[in-house]
Nanobody, 116 residues
Framework: QVQLIESGGGLVHPGGSLNLSCVASGTLIYIWDMGWFRQAPGKQRELVARIVRKTDDANYSDSVRGRFTMTRDVAKNTVYLQMNSLKPEDTAVYYC?????????WGQGTQVTVSS
């Protein structure tokens, strides 16, 4: 059974930074497409960043490109989302996802709140 556990969320002022982590168990993250999604109240869940399986290629949504960086540590079976220059509109629950064809697994989410 694949399990994903996120951590690192919290309350931060505009312009601040947070580093989210997603630890996987029951599988090796290298074989999966790994993604970070977020969902704000009243909005649909949206893709923020992803790393294609078996590569180090990261892709970002237009809203976060240049501010967020997604990385993967195969030895720790963990993916990270370094978030800099945070804005109030980045406030959301952030989810980690592992995808491989029709198989998709989600973490429980971690709350990020950007407010002064």
């Amino acid at each position: 059974q694949v399990q994903l556990i996120e951590s690192g969320g919290g309350l931060v002022h505009p312009g601040g930074s947070l580093n989210l982590s997603c630890v996987a168990s029951g599988t090796l993250i290298y074989i999966w497409d790994m993604g970070w999604f977020r969902q704000a109240p009243g909005k649909q869940r949206e893709l923020v960043a992803r790393i294609v399986r078996k590569t180090d290629d990261a892709n970002y949504s237009d809203s976060v490109r240049g501010r967020f960086t997604m990385t993967r540590d195969v030895a720790k079976n963990t993916v990270y989302l370094q978030m800099n220059s945070l804005k109030p509109e980045d406030t959301a629950v952030y989810y980690c996802r592992a995808g491989l064809g029709p198989r998709i697994f989600w973490g429980q989410g971690t709350q990020v709140t950007v407010s002064s």
